[in-house]
């Protein structure tokens, strides 16, 4: 199990600090909690260790603990996140004091280190706040910038504890990148697309975008810059994935043409609608006004298009069956030039279209195939993600 060391400091937003335990405890993962003497003005350390299952740590000498137990302790986290930070222990850290638990821990920590400022707007823009801050980031320190908002003093601005979704996908990312994703641009499609009739009525289906919001995630975790083209849906964007919300699948295939030539890997998860009205009409149609013989007609392929164009882009497509879902995901797969084709059987009730859980089967332009039996989006996303990393390494050579 991964563990992470909240390290914890006498900023007012502290009282935020335990609902990020549940939050990574929901993510499977251990907390172990440090506090600096000061935040425990706010906060009895007994709510930390009862809510962590592990005793709160705030003296460096302290006999109940290991012997050298900030060093012990080191060896064993994978991630330190102070959240909230102070003004304090920010310049602390970045002259190197060690002169409690929590500044001598840092020194001593191998693993990655994120901090999550949250101050006084003037404190945070004080050139000696953002010296520290630009010092501390060439020594490797990661931040989750503060956000603007009402502040605990009555005012407003920047310096506000960045949320905790977002802090808690950045910790998650620093603790599951790979070198493979480093740098690379994954471009993911997610959702429905609407094609109108007239400004009130379109054409659509029952995508809820859920599979391609959760490749998202995965892919932004595993340390890819990420893209999300969205169809409208009624899903929160995962945190630090950069999202454009598009319409008809005309704006879709635009959007993704845009990225094509710089993304590494293009995953195809959205249902494009495979037709269209063939008018479309600017005015609302009055009821009495129903047009004689309504004309659908077939939209652009953009699976297709992009096999067409593709380079070494690595193109992994969604194929959505009623029936015969192997010869058709096969079909689709070397007609489209696809190097990796996820398909399921959208006739099931339980599984597909609008479920939190999905059943699918991957094929591979050689021949192979491999069952995914049904559990949650989040598990698929995840071996997906898992088996375009393999080829991404292959054709690196890494393998
Ligand atoms: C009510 C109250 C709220 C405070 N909130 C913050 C804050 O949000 N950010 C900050 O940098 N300092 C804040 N401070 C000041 C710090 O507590 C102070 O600088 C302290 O010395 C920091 O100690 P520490 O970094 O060891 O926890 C606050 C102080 C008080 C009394």
């Known amino acids: 199990m991964n563990k992470i060391a909240l390290g914890v400091t006498s900023s007012i937003s502290l009282y935020k600090a335990p609902d990020l335990i549940r939050l990574f405890q929901k993510e499977d993962l251990a907390v172990r909690v440090i506090m600096t003497e000061k935040a425990t003005n706010f906060i009895h350390p007994d709510l930390f260790t009862a809510l962590s299952g592990e005793p709160a740590i705030v003296n460096l000498f302290d006999e109940r603990q290991r012997p050298i137990e900030h060093i012990a302790l080191a060896a064993e986290v994978n991630l330190l996140l102070i959240a909230p930070a102070t003004a304090n222990l920010i310049a602390k850290l970045a002259a190197g004091l060690a002169d409690d638990f929590l500044s001598t821990f840092y020194l001593a920590v191998k693993a990655p280190v994120l901090i999550a400022p949250a101050m006084n707007q003037a404190m945070f823009e004080h050139p000696q706040t953002q010296a520290n801050i630009k010092k501390l980031r060439e020594t490797g320190v990661e931040f989750v910038e503060p956000e603007s908002g009402y502040l605990a003093c009555g005012q407003t601005g920047s310096g506000r504890l960045a949320s905790l979704p977002k802090i808690v996908e950045t910790s998650l990312r620093l603790i599951r990148r790979q070198p493979v994703f480093k740098d690379q641009l994954v471009v993911i499609t997610a959702g429905p697309t609407r094609e109108a009739l007239d400004p009130v009525r379109f054409l659509s289906n029952r995508s809820s975008g859920r599979m391609g919001y959760e490749l998202a995630r995965e892919a ?180």
């Not at 169809?231 to 959007?255: C, F, H, I, T």
């Not at 009623?322 to 398909?343: F, I, P, Q, S, Y």
């Open 220 to 399: 932004y975790q595993l340390g890819a810059e990420v893209v999300l083209i969205s169809g409208p849906v009624e899903l929160e964007p995962p945190a630090g994935v950069k999202v454009e919300q598009v319409v008809s699948s005309e704006e879709m295939r635009q959007a993704i043409l845009k990225y094509y030539d710089r993304a590494r890997v293009v995953i195809m998860a959205a249902a494009v609608s495979d037709f269209r009205f063939n008018r479309t009409s600017q005015e609302k149609i009055k009821k009495e006004n129903l047009p004689a013989g309504l004309q659908l007609e077939t939209t652009p392929d953009i699976l297709e298009e992009l096999g067409g164009l593709k380079q070494d882009q690595l193109l992994v497509g969604f194929a959505a069956e009623t029936a015969g879902l192997k010869a058709r995901a096969g079909d689709k797969m070397k007609k489209k030039k696809v190097d990796l084709m996820v398909a399921n059987d959208v006739s099931r009730p339980d599984i597909g279209f609008g479920c939190e859980e999905n059943e699918v089967y991957l094929f591979w332009p050689d021949g192979r195939e491999k069952f995914i039996s049904k559990t949650t989006k989040r598990k698929i996303s995840q071996e997906i993600l898992t088996e375009i990393g393999t080829i991404l390494n292959e054709r690196q050579g890494n393998s």
